[in-house]
T-cell receptor, first 113, second 113 residues
Framework: DAGVTQSPTHLIKTRGQQVTLRCSPI?????VSWYQQVLGQGPQFIFQ???????GRGNFPDRFSARQFPNYSSELNVNALLLGDSALYLC????????????FGSGTQLSVL | AQSVSQHNHHVILSEAASLELGCNYS??????LFWYVQYPGQHLQLLLK??????LVKGIKGFEAEFIKSKFSFNLRKPSVQWSDTAEYFC???????????FGSGTRLQVQP
């Protein structure tokens, strides 16, 4: 079975631009979470979606938004990019709403110049 | 707000040495506790978890962790490490009823043959 897939794997943007990151969860998983991992730090929670509804939001500005589609895939959008948004963005899926076991993708490395 | 501290940022051991990685969390309520591991070139994966019951939990590949509530700690141990244990280890906390996993900054373990 395929794991969590994320696209693209790498992305370079300039300040002020907008970016969309994509995630496909493991088949049958209804929950998708997004995390930001800055170099040298642990992942930081951004959003959790379950059954197409936002179920949790971390301490991130409104420039960050996300959505989940009927097939449970998800997109993370970041507007008005700042240099500090450079990070690895991880998507994780789970069967249900609880975080009992998260399955992570390999991430999208975003560089903002 | 919950937080997680991992005191060892980089640990170097020889094969067959014993391992203990420290993890302390800050949160007054009931928590779920996790250790995730990231092997070189691979995605984050669950090593073990504690939700309730026996505070000594066993995970994959011979790892175990002990939850000591009075010390707000959840240290990871392995009696004898192997070269294949070289990886980055993340401790994470999830307050009951909350969506976010809060991760520590990680410990890079290097096992020398």
């Amino acid at each position: 079975d395929a794991g969590v897939t994320q696209s693209p794997t790498h992305l370079i943007k300039t300040r002020g631009q907008q970016v969309t990151l994509r995630c496909s969860p493991i088949s049958g998983h209804k929950s998708v979470s997004w995390y930001q991992q800055v170099l040298g730090q642990g992942p930081q929670f951004i959003f959790q979606y379950y059954e197409k509804e936002e179920r949790g939001r971390g301490n991130f500005p409104d420039r960050f938004s996300a959505r989940q589609f009927p097939n449970y895939s998800s997109e993370l959008n970041v507007n008005a990019l700042l240099l500090g948004d450079s990070a690895l963005y991880l998507c994780a899926s789970s069967l249900e709403l609880t975080n009992e076991k998260l399955f992570f993708g390999s991430g999208t490395q975003l560089s903002v110049l | 707000a919950q937080s997680v501290s991992q005191h060892n940022h980089h640990v170097i051991l020889s094969e067959a040495a014993s391992l203990e990685l420290g993890c302390n969390y800050s949160y007054g309520g009931t928590v779920n506790l996790f250790w995730y591991v990231q092997y070189p070139g691979q995605h984050l994966q669950l090593l073990l978890k504690y939700f309730s019951g026996d505070p000594l939990v066993k995970g994959i590949k011979g790892f175990e962790a002990e939850f000591i509530k009075s010390k707000f700690s959840f240290n990871l141990r392995k009696p004898s490490v192997q070269w294949s244990d070289t990886a980055e280890y993340f401790c994470a906390v999830n307050a009951r009823g909350r969506r976010a996993l809060t991760f520590g900054s990680g410990t890079r373990l290097q096992v020398q043959p």
